[in-house]
């Protein structure tokens, strides 16, 4: 029986926007997406143009802002779909007491507002390349590209990204505690996720995907065909400032 939803536990440059995009187009597995991305009340409530009052509680604004997420994460497959990124997962959290203040556990707020739920931890093995990732596409500003060459998703103006060391051993060890942060709370809330990884997925998206609907109790035969229509970004430049700060950090 398939679960009502489903959480993908993830950090920034894990592959979760391809993983994203390869359960949509399976059509039965709903549309996951980062509905709570901003760690922001007034956000949250702008993106889906729902008002502020002065009349209503936080409680009700809540409401209205979780019941947004699920129709959207959902359309008409009836299994709810949703990415949560580590940076913003302790004010969601604290957001979800105040819509469940009469449970005391994650799981319980959780299952109270999604139904039963399944959690995907996706992560990638390979901490110094997801690092550099994140500071080139933090510079540049082209975060996705899609697998015809245009740009998907672009936040900043062009520029040609710099090798910096501090910043890269910064997003190194944020992507390690992210890691570490997402265990600690798996274990305190007792939660065994579907545990699969960047490198998986970029290696093998169809049989990587298959796994995940047959964990979500999907037929795993809508992962069939499925092709991802995302690029990998990894580029020669990157392969420099591997080497480079492996040689300088002396990790070779």
Not at 102 to 111: H, T, V
Not at 224 to 252: C, N
Request: hydrophobic share 35%; aromatic share 10%.
């Amino acid at each position: 029986m398939a679960v009502d939803s489903y959480i993908i536990c993830t950090s920034p440059r894990s592959g979760s926007t391809l993983l994203c995009r390869l359960l949509s187009q399976t059509g039965v597995a709903g549309h996951p997406g980062s509905y709570f991305h901003e760690p922001s009340l007034k956000s949250w409530l702008g993106y889906y143009d729902l008002p502020i009052t002065s009349t209503g509680s936080e409680r009700e604004l809540l409401d209205g802002v979780f019941r947004a997420a699920i129709a959207e994460g959902s359309g008409n497959t009836g299994i709810f779909g949703l990415r949560l990124q580590r940076h913003s997962f302790d004010f969601f959290l604290e957001k979800l007491a105040v819509l469940q203040p009469s449970l005391s556990r994650d799981s319980q707020r959780l299952a109270a507002v999604f139904g039963r739920v399944s959690f995907i931890h996706l992560t990638r093995r390979d901490k110094l390349e997801q690092a550099i990732s994140y500071v080139k596409a933090d510079q540049s500003g082209l975060w996705h590209v899609s697998s015809d060459g245009t740009e998907l998703e672009r936040l900043a103006s062009p520029r040609a990204p710099t090798y910096d060391a501090d910043r890269i051993n910064d997003q190194l060890e944020r992507f390690l505690a992210y890691d570490r942060d997402w265990n600690t709370w798996f274990d305190r809330e007792q939660i065994e996720p579907l545990r699969i990884t960047y490198e998986a997925l970029s290696d093998a998206p169809e049989k990587t995907l298959g796994t995940v609907l047959d964990f979500l109790g999907l037929d795993r035969e809508a992962a069939y065909g499925v092709k991802p229509d995302v690029a990998k970004m990894a580029d020669g430049t990157s392969r420099q400032w591997f080497d480079r700060f492996r040689e300088e950090h002396k990790l070779i």
